[in-house]
């Protein structure tokens, strides 16, 4: 069964380009939804996708791509809307 993720990402993930290495490990992984910077200087993204890889996608987003330095992801959950046929970065 999908579901919904929702998370916020806080440390250094701006300026590194978190939204470009997000977007293409859950398209690797078969994920959909997006990624955006907020103003606050965090990362906000939607994903969907089954609970293992929607698991193994968080972790991802934990770690972050070189450069970057997570220091918190704040998640919610819910079920999965079927809204997005892939994940792009939302501006």
Not at 18 to 24: I, L, N, S, T, V
Not at 70 to 82: C, D, K, L, T
Request: positive net charge; glycine residues 10%.
């Amino acid at each position: 069964m999908r579901k919904r993720g929702h998370f916020i990402v806080r440390g250094r993930v701006q300026g590194v380009c978190y939204r470009m290495y997000a977007r293409d490990e859950a398209r690797r992984l078969g994920v959909t939804g997006w990624v955006r910077n907020r103003p606050d200087g965090t990362v906000e993204l939607v994903a969907e996708a089954d609970e293992e890889t929607l698991q193994r996608f968080l972790a991802w987003c934990r770690q972050g791509p070189p450069y970057a330095a997570v220091s918190e992801v704040v998640e919610s959950y819910g079920p999965a809307r079927g809204e997005y046929q892939t994940f792009e970065i939302a501006f």
